[in-house]
C-alpha cells in the first residue's frame, strides 16, 4: 500500500497500518464477550456509512452467537462536522431485554453518539453499551460514556477502513491521515559556475531546507568508487553530463530520506526534461511538488573566468582546462536550458540576477522565495 495517496483535491498519508488495526478489532471483540460471555445473544448495532468495514471485521472476531443491525447517520460534509446529526435510516428490529452494543467507526466531538443515546434512551432495551474503533479525546465535548475504544488519535482528518472524503477511501486497508503541510521544495538553476553551491549554503539554513546537490551525490560515490560512482566519473571528466537513468537513481534514495523536512533545495538536478518530469510524477505520489524554480542568470564568459579560477583551488579537473568548460556549457545550452521553458510553462520560473556579490545575489534569491 502507498506511503501518500490523492483523494479529490487533498493528499494523505499513512498513519495506521492495517495490522494494527486487527489488533485493535480483536481486542474490543474479546472485551464484549469477557462483560457478556454466553449468557446472552446481544446485537450489534453498525453506524452507516463509516462502520461497515470495522462491523464485518469485528462480528468474524466476536466467539459467540450475535445479531447485527445497522442505523444510518450522518454528521460530515468533506472533511468538516456539521454538527447537525440526522437520522436516515432506523431500526426495525425489537429490542425488548435485549444488551445493545453500538459499533462506531470514530466519536470525535460525540455529536452523533449524543444522537445514539438519544434514539435508544425511550426504548425497553436491557443495556446500552458502545465501542468505538478511533476515539478524538482532545475535542470530545459530551459527558457521555465510552464503553470500549480501539485506538486513541489527535485531532486529524483521517481516511480509510470505511472513512472516507467526500466518498472516496473507505476502501483502503490501512488508515491514512489527512497532509496539513506541504514542503517547499525548490530547484536552485543555473550555468555551472553560477554560484548555486554558495547560495545554497546560505538558503537551506535560512529557510531550513534539506540541500541536496547533484555534485556532492556524485563525489561521495566516486570518493568512495562506488559502481555508480566509478560510471559517473567516466562522464564527468570529459565533460559529459551524467546520463539521466544514473542521476535519477542516486537522486531519488537522497529524495526519499528527506520526505518529512520542512522541503528540499535541488542543486543541480534535475538538468533535464526528462529528469524533471521524473521528479515531478515522484514528488506527486508522495504528495509534494516542486514550488518553483530560481534561476541564476550569469554571462558566459563571466562564468568561465570563474571556474578557470575556481580550478586552480578546487583541484576538480572538469574546473582547469577552458575546453572542458566549454564542453559543459555546450551540454548545458542544449539541454539543461530546456527546463527554463519546462517550469515556464508550468508558472514556476523565477529569474534572479547572478551578478554582484554573494550577499547581493542572496537577498534577491529570498525576495522571490519569500514571495512562493
Given at each position: 500500500?502507498?506511503?501518500?495517496?490523492?483523494?479529490?483535491?487533498?493528499?494523505?498519508?499513512?498513519?495506521?497500518?492495517?495490522n494494527?488495526?486487527?489488533?485493535?478489532?480483536?481486542?474490543?471483540?474479546?472485551?464484549?464477550?469477557?462483560d457478556?460471555?454466553?449468557?446472552?445473544?446481544p446485537?450489534?448495532?453498525?453506524?452507516?456509512?463509516?462502520?461497515?468495514?470495522f462491523a464485518?471485521d469485528?462480528i468474524?472476531?466476536y466467539?459467540?452467537?450475535?445479531?447485527?443491525?445497522?442505523?444510518?447517520?450522518?454528521?460530515?460534509?468533506?472533511e468538516?462536522?456539521?454538527g447537525?446529526?440526522?437520522?436516515?435510516?432506523?431500526?426495525?428490529?425489537?429490542?425488548?431485554?435485549?444488551?445493545?452494543?453500538i459499533?462506531e467507526d470514530?466519536?470525535?466531538?460525540g455529536?452523533?453518539?449524543?444522537?445514539?443515546?438519544d434514539?435508544?434512551?425511550?426504548?425497553p432495551?436491557?443495556?446500552?453499551?458502545?465501542?468505538s474503533?478511533?476515539f478524538?479525546?482532545?475535542?470530545?465535548?459530551?459527558s457521555?460514556?465510552?464503553?470500549?475504544?480501539?485506538?486513541s488519535?489527535?485531532?486529524?482528518?483521517?481516511?480509510?477502513?470505511?472513512?472516507?472524503y467526500?466518498?472516496?477511501?473507505?476502501?483502503?486497508?490501512?488508515?491514512?491521515?489527512i497532509?496539513?503541510?506541504?514542503?517547499k521544495?525548490?530547484?536552485?538553476?543555473?550555468?555551472?559556475?553560477?554560484?548555486?553551491?554558495t547560495?545554497?549554503?546560505?538558503?537551506?539554513?535560512?529557510y531550513?531546507?534539506?540541500?541536496?546537490?547533484?555534485?556532492?551525490?556524485?563525489r561521495?560515490?566516486?570518493?568512495?568508487?562506488?559502481d555508480?560512482?566509478?560510471?559517473?566519473?567516466s562522464?564527468?571528466?570529459?565533460g559529459?553530463?551524467?546520463?539521466?537513468?544514473?542521476?535519477?537513481?542516486?537522486?531519488?534514495?537522497?529524495v526519499?530520506?528527506?520526505?518529512?523536512?520542512?522541503?528540499i533545495?535541488?542543486?543541480g538536478?534535475?538538468?533535464?526534461?526528462?529528469?524533471?518530469?521524473?521528479?515531478?510524477?515522484?514528488?506527486?505520489?508522495?504528495?509534494?511538488?516542486?514550488k518553483?524554480?530560481?534561476?541564476?542568470?550569469?554571462?558566459?564568459?563571466?562564468?568561465?573566468?570563474?571556474?578557470l579560477?575556481?580550478?586552480?583551488?578546487?583541484?576538480?579537473?572538469?574546473?582547469q582546462?577552458?575546453?572542458?568548460?566549454r564542453?559543459?556549457?555546450?551540454?548545458?545550452?542544449?539541454?539543461t536550458?530546456?527546463?527554463?521553458?519546462?517550469?515556464k510553462?508550468?508558472?514556476?520560473?523565477?529569474?534572479?540576477?547572478?551578478?554582484?556579490?554573494?550577499?547581493e545575489?542572496t537577498?534577491r534569491?529570498?525576495?522571490?522565495?519569500?514571495?512562493?
Amino acid at each position: 500500500m502507498k506511503h501518500t495517496i490523492r483523494l479529490h483535491d487533498k493528499f494523505f498519508k499513512k498513519y495506521i497500518p492495517h495490522n494494527k488495526i486487527k489488533k485493535a478489532v480483536k481486542s474490543i471483540a474479546n472485551q464484549v464477550y469477557n462483560d457478556l460471555g454466553d449468557k446472552e445473544v446481544p446485537i450489534f448495532v453498525g453506524i452507516l456509512n463509516g462502520s461497515f468495514i470495522f462491523a464485518a471485521d469485528f462480528i468474524r472476531e466476536y466467539p459467540a452467537d450475535c445479531e447485527v443491525s445497522f442505523v444510518k447517520l450522518a454528521s460530515y460534509e468533506g472533511e468538516n462536522s456539521t454538527g447537525q446529526v440526522h437520522e436516515l435510516v432506523g431500526l426495525s428490529e425489537d429490542l425488548t431485554g435485549r444488551t445493545v452494543v453500538i459499533l462506531e467507526d470514530i466519536i470525535d466531538t460525540g455529536n452523533t453518539l449524543a444522537k445514539i443515546y438519544d434514539i435508544f434512551e425511550h426504548l425497553p432495551i436491557k443495556q446500552l453499551k458502545l465501542a468505538s474503533l478511533f476515539f478524538k479525546p482532545d475535542i470530545f465535548k459530551k459527558s457521555l460514556h465510552i464503553d470500549y475504544i480501539g485506538i486513541s488519535i489527535p485531532d486529524k482528518f483521517i481516511v480509510g477502513y470505511g472513512l472516507d472524503y467526500n466518498g472516496l477511501g473507505r476502501n483502503l486497508k490501512s488508515i491514512y491521515q489527512i497532509k496539513a503541510k506541504t514542503m517547499k521544495n525548490i530547484v536552485l538553476f543555473g550555468p555551472p559556475g553560477a554560484g548555486k553551491g554558495t547560495q545554497a549554503t546560505s538558503l537551506k539554513d535560512y529557510y531550513n531546507l534539506v540541500h541536496i546537490s547533484t555534485g556532492d551525490v556524485f563525489r561521495y560515490n566516486i570518493k568512495n568508487n562506488t559502481d555508480l560512482g566509478l560510471l559517473a566519473k567516466s562522464f564527468m571528466d570529459i565533460g559529459d553530463l551524467v546520463p539521466d537513468e544514473l542521476t535519477i537513481k542516486m537522486l531519488k534514495e537522497e529524495v526519499k530520506k528527506n520526505l518529512d523536512t520542512a522541503g528540499i533545495l535541488f542543486d543541480g538536478f534535475p538538468r533535464t526534461a526528462l529528469q524533471a518530469k521524473v521528479l515531478d510524477t515522484f514528488l506527486t505520489k508522495k504528495g509534494e511538488e516542486i514550488k518553483a524554480m530560481v534561476a541564476l542568470e550569469v554571462d558566459e564568459d563571466e562564468l568561465i573566468k570563474r571556474l578557470l579560477k575556481r580550478g586552480k583551488t578546487s583541484g576538480r579537473p572538469d574546473d582547469q582546462d577552458e575546453e572542458k568548460i566549454r564542453n559543459r556549457f555546450d551540454e548545458y545550452n542544449t539541454k539543461t536550458a530546456i527546463l527554463k521553458k519546462f517550469y515556464k510553462a508550468q508558472g514556476k520560473y523565477y529569474g534572479v540576477n547572478g551578478m554582484g556579490s554573494i550577499e547581493e545575489i542572496t537577498e534577491r534569491l529570498k525576495k522571490v522565495i519569500d514571495k512562493l
